[in-house]
């Protein structure tokens, strides 16, 4: 073997090693990027479902402002509080919130609604899109 023919050699091996490094470099980057793209979107959901769980009354009039009715029913042992607010046009959106008589700070949000379709938001994302001020990052 000539000395010529070792150094084409020497190129090719060195050539055929950057091509590995740049594929396995390529590899990782996208593998990064797809995991960061789910964390960022569990993240979100961990956000809007925690918003969403979280909601009382009290901090729903907090986040949302004051709302255009606001009754609550003393039915003991339950104390059962409705509150509306306005969503545009005859459209409001109502809020049922229940308790026992004797633990005052232990609201549970029972349902979401639409007035005028009876429309029902059930999950976490629905509520955060019918009404955004309940997203705890705005």
Do not use: H
Not at 37 to 56: G, L, N, P, Y
Not at 80 to 85: H, S, V
Not at 107 to 114: F, Q
């Amino acid at each position: 073997m000539n000395l010529p023919d070792a150094k084409s050699n020497k190129q090719a091996r060195y050539m055929a090693g950057s091509v590995v490094l740049v594929i396995a470099g390529l590899l990782l980057a996208q593998f990064l990027i797809v995991k960061a793209a789910r964390w960022f979107q569990q993240s979100r959901e961990r956000r809007i479902t925690k918003a969403s769980d979280s909601v009382t009354p009290d901090r729903l009039i907090a986040r949302c402002g004051a709302p255009a009715e606001d009754q609550t029913a003393d039915i003991y042992p339950i104390v059962k509080r409705t509150i509306n607010y306005k969503a545009g046009g005859q459209k409001m959106y109502v809020f049922t919130f229940t308790r026992t008589a004797d633990e005052p700070q232990n609201w549970v949000l029972l349902s979401m609604r639409d007035s005028v379709g009876n429309v029902s938001y059930d999950t976490p994302e629905a509520r955060v899109a019918a009404l955004s001020c309940l997203d705890s990052s705005k």
